[in-house]
């Protein structure tokens, strides 16, 4: 079966500061892509970052960055210079099942930024 | 453009009665989804559309849920009738091409059944 796991309920980060979520996955297939979601308190889920598995090279965009660990199916996000607009849930999720693939979701890690 | 728009934001029903949410995808969007996201846990799919077909409805509760897309743009989500434990917020997304583009999320319905 095919689930992803986020093992960190909840995370604390100082304004500027850096902080990684951890996740973990397990598939069967070799090609994919891996993603990580922010969901503020306004519920929309906003794409942050997204991996390609066949990418060596570990993604990333302004302020977040993945380290993505293939062999050992793990794929982190770091947050450099946190902001107090950073503070959401974060969820990774794998999109199972092909070109019409539907996404899988962890649990979530709730990130808190304190000023 | 335009994002995924959802109704209504929020929406309080008693146990028994019934619900319709409503979704309008990005235009051009082939792929549509609905999620249940429970209190405290990642969204889970309860039916996938490609146009106006069903791809994927493994986990809707058919007995009660039902879902339609009509001319392959918008999608009902109905309950009928409703249990307490299908207080949740419902997510519509929307995609092109998934590897590209990857998936667009709308703001979502906060449904509570008391």
């Known amino acids: 079966a095919q689930t992803v796991t986020q093992s960190q309920p909840e995370m604390s980060v100082q304004e500027a500061e850096t902080v990684t979520l951890s996740c973990t996955y397990d598939t069967s297939e070799s090609d994919y892509y891996l993603f990580w979601y922010k969901q503020p308190p306004s519920r929309q889920m906003i794409l942050v970052i997204r991996q390609e598995a066949y990418k060596q090279q570990n993604a990333t965009e302004n302020r977040f960055s993945v380290n993505f660990q293939k062999a050992a199916k793990s794929f982190s996000l770091k947050i450099s210079d946190s902001q107090l607009g950073d503070a959401a849930m974060y969820f990774c999720a794998y999109p199972y099942g092909g070109s019409q693939g539907n996404l899988i979701f962890g649990k979530g890690t709730k990130l808190s930024v304190k000023p | 453009e335009a994002g995924v728009a959802q109704s209504p934001r929020y929406k309080i029903i008693e146990k028994r009665q019934s619900v319709a949410f409503w979704c309008n995808p990005i235009s051009g969007h082939a792929t549509l989804y609905w999620y249940q996201q429970i209190l405290g846990q990642g969204p889970k799919l309860l039916i996938q559309?490609?146009?106006?077909?069903?791809?994927?409805d493994s986990q809707l509760p058919k007995d009660r849920f039902s879902a339609e897309r009509l001319k392959g743009v918008d999608s009902t989500l109905k309950i009928q009738p409703a249990k307490l434990e299908d207080s949740a917020v419902y997510l519509c997304?929307?995609?092109?091409?998934?590897?590209?583009?990857?998936?667009?999320f709308g703001s979502g319905t906060r449904l509570t059944v008391v």
């Open positions: 559309f490609q146009n106006n077909g069903v791809v994927d």
């Open positions: 997304a929307s995609s092109l091409d998934r590897r590209t583009y990857g998936y667009t």
